[in-house]
């Protein structure tokens, strides 16, 4: 292998490094074992193949995706298709990139993203450090989304000429939502395709480190968008079950009561008939019980989000969950949460807001309130074999935290956690109380799927 | 090296009945190369075990499968001696010495080897296939480690097995559990998608020859929605092929609102997922 393709290599994965793809040397090496066996002819295969030895894990593969092509791009400078398509304005381009998605053509389309980042893309003085090549202003000229509506149109007028009974009606009912995933399929090439072009500009790690979006398992919850809220609520559907069945009573096996007969006698084998360990019956799996308590104040607006999420997962999985909302009122919403979860879930937030009493005389988060009213009024939920989960960022406006409430509920309970979408650096700043709840009940940072990961595979006891 | 080239392993894969992606073939045709395991990830039903069945009859060996469980340990994974039947061979000669039984009870006809030990000691070319390797509790890893690292088991009465040939090993996950990471480094990652609709399309071609095309169109159209909605089970490859089946069973000519209603319960498994499907695509005027 030449040292040039060595140095880049090297530099790709120190990029997918800085990115959290964790990769070490010895996947370098592995990397470097790829690009001598396939070679770099064919780009594609080039980039499966890295894709096997420097990815870990699914939900890596975007980021590599993208550093792949800021590292080893298809061509370099300006794309051959825009130097043909010279003179073409905005109107012509539409035009095109409309025909492209009828025909659900991606080949098609990334040549238009290509031409379009070409010839409206371009931000900045050329040839001073402003000049770049901006995705936002080329899809702000651009404007796609517009689109749906006349694709839609021309697609009715084409079905009533050819179509064949119906069955090309039935699927008609899908054309919408194909269009508008080859829109955000063109978004994201005219994204890449700008990234390419300002690496050229500015250097790729540059790009690198600001331009390609974190991995999805590092996105904060407080600061998700609608696409990624989707993702992770793909992400946290797994996680949600194991959640589940670790927060309920599980042992292995027993080490008194009930004698498991048929496997005694065949462990006595081994010791010629004579049994000398007996087999004790598994345990029956006990039912979880789970009860959630969620913040749903406007200051963890972002992370209330992903606790409907989690709150949603899991009373998917269980009977038993029993779901509490507050601000600085306790209020049950479990009816509300199932309900939720039919419809699809984007009605929860509203309604908890509208139907539940979650607040008292002011809007502001009072835990130490909130507590107090849940030992009041639904201290009966709790009991010896209860898991409560309280999800907050224990930021209490400076009043009462009431810690000998929470003390109690985590009493008892059979296990009390708390996790907090805060780093922990923060806790305990300002009007946070985290410090002093964490010494109640254990308190954990969960900010992205990586940690809420962490906390459910490695943190929770088996 | 059964292999010669990525193009090589799409041929030979098709040929067993396995039409693979471009990442899919150059993953294998990688792990044959470099000698190193394959770790598959990715949704159920997408033809992670199948991958391994492929593999197999494309180059030519044998298939030997590891079901992990809660609970697998060394004596369902590696080797177990046959108490039994050492009982019985004491118990048969009884005027012989300790020492000459004991030499004879420890040998070959003892010996049950499982999956691990079997894959090594085979002198045909072997594809070693563990599947749901999350399933296993975690000190099964462990031995993994040890028996994948350098291809070799130690059985105290009778010395080290060393592999005559590299088994090609495919580890299957379901991600129910994190893998080790020391685990994840021995392998090359495959991460299995629903595959693009063309290779779909290609795929229910191949499996299900009785489906007209056009009608095969419009399914994987549909199933590809499907896919899109946020459901509880979203449906795989598998659902696909077997709503195709359904469809060649019913004698259906075209995906019209019927069909699909009669039919749903064939690619969704939940009857929640079912609603939600049947509100999104428009089907409540049948219901009713």
């Not at chain 1, 043909?84 to 035009?95: G, K, N, S, W, Y």
């Not at chain 2, 699909?260 to 509100?279: N, Q």
Request: proline share 4%; hydrophobic share 40%.
């Amino acid at each position: 292998m030449t040292s040039q393709v060595a140095t880049r290599l090297v530099e790709f994965v120190e990029a997918l490094r800085a990115k959290g793809v964790n990769a070490g040397p010895s996947e370098t090496i592995d990397a470097g074992e790829v690009v001598r066996v396939l070679g770099m002819e064919n780009r594609e295969l080039l980039r499966e193949g890295l894709a096997a030895a420097l990815v870990r894990r699914g939900g890596q593969r975007d980021v590599f995706d993208q550093t792949f092509d800021l590292y080893f791009p298809a061509g370099v400078g300006r794309p051959e298709s825009a130097r043909e398509a010279e003179d073409m304005d905005v109107t012509q381009l539409r035009e095109l990139l409309l025909m492209a998605l009828l025909d659900r053509d991606p080949r098609t389309l990334a040549q238009i993203a290509e031409i379009a980042v070409d010839t409206l893309g371009q931000v900045g003085q050329p040839g001073t450090d402003t000049a770049g090549w901006s995705a936002y202003q080329t899809i702000d000229r651009l404007q796609p989304q517009t689109l749906i509506a006349a694709a839609m149109a021309m697609q009715g007028g084409g079905s009533g000429q050819g179509g064949h009974g119906l069955g090309t009606q039935f699927t008609d009912r899908l054309a919408r939502d194909e269009i508008r995933r080859g829109v955000d399929a063109f978004r994201e090439m005219v994204q890449s395709e700008a990234r390419r072009r300002s690496a050229e500009l500015r250097g790729r790690s540059l790009v690198a480190k600001h331009a390609v979006r974190n991995s999805q398992d590092r996105v904060d919850f407080l600061t998700a968008n609608r696409q990624q809220l989707e993702e992770l609520r793909r992400q946290v559907q797994p996680l949600a079950r194991v959640l589940a069945t670790r927060l309920s009573a599980r042992r292995r096996r027993r080490r008194r009561g009930a004698i498991d007969m048929r496997r005694t006698l065949r462990r006595a084998m081994g010791t010629g008939g004579v049994p000398m360990r007996p087999v004790y019956e598994k345990p029956r799996p006990s039912r979880p019980e789970l009860v959630l308590l969620c913040d749903v104040s406007g200051s963890v607006a972002g992370f209330s989000n992903f606790t409907m999420l989690l709150v949603q997962a899991l009373s998917a999985q269980f009977s038993k969950v029993r779901v509490f909302a507050f601000v600085n009122a306790m209020a049950e919403v479990t009816e509300i949460v199932r309900d939720g979860a039919v419809s699809g879930g984007a009605d929860i937030e509203p309604r908890i807001r509208q139907e539940a009493r979650i607040t008292k005389w002011h809007t502001s988060s009072d835990y130490g309130e909130a507590f107090l009213d849940f030992r009041e009024f639904f201290l009966e939920a709790v009991g010896p074999r209860t898991a409560v989960l309280i999800l907050g960022d224990a930021r209490n406006n400076n009043q009462n935290p009431r810690f000998d409430a929470l003390h109690e509920i985590a009493m008892r309970s059979r296990r009390t956690y708390w996790l907090n979408p805060e780093h922990h650096t923060r806790w305990g700043l300002g009007d946070s109380e985290a410090l002093a709840y964490s010494e109640i009940v254990p308190m954990y940072e969960c900010a992205n799927v990586d940690q809420l990961t962490h906390f459910v595979t490695r943190l929770l006891p088996v | 090296m059964p292999f010669s080239s990525v193009e090589d392993v799409k041929t030979k894969l098709a040929a067993a009945g396995y039409l693979a992606s471009d990442a899919i073939a150059t993953t294998v045709f990688l792990a044959s190369e470099l000698g190193k395991p394959l770790l598959v990830e990715g949704p159920a039903g997408v033809g992670k075990t199948e991958l391994s069945r492929a593999v197999a009859e494309a180059s030519g060996a044998d298939l030997v499968r590891l079901q992990c469980y809660e609970g697998v340990d060394e004596s369902r994974a590696i080797y177990e001696w046959n108490h039994a039947k050492q009982l019985l061979r004491i118990s048969a000669g009884q005027d012989e010495t300790w020492s000459e039984a004991k030499s004879d009870i420890f040998s070959e006809e003892f010996l049950l080897p499982r999956p691990l030990l079997t894959a090594i000691r085979n002198e045909n070319r072997t594809v070693l296939l563990i599947d749901e390797t999350d399933k296993a509790d975690v000190e099964i890893e462990g031995l993994l480690l040890e028996v994948l690292g350098d291809f070799q088991i130690t059985i105290p009465e009778l010395g080290t097995v060393t592999a005559t040939q590299r088994p090609f090993v495919v580890l299957t996950s379901n991600a129910t559990r994190e893998l080790s990471e020391a685990l994840r480094r021995r392998c090359l990652f495959l991460h299995i998608e629903f595959p693009s609709a063309e290779l779909e399309r290609d795929i229910v071609a191949l499996k299900v020859p009785g489906l007209d095309t056009a009608l095969a169109d419009s399914l994987i159209r549909v199933v590809n929605a499907l896919r899109a909605m946020p459901l509880r089970k979203a449906p795989s490859v598998s659902e696909t092929l077997d709503w195709a089946r359904t469809l060649v069973a019913l004698g259906a000519e075209a995906l019209d609102d019927e069909v699909v209603s009669e039919s749903l319960g064939v690619v969704l498994k939940h009857t929640d997922d079912i609603e939600k499907a049947r509100a999104q695509l428009d089907l409540e005027s049948v219901l009713s």
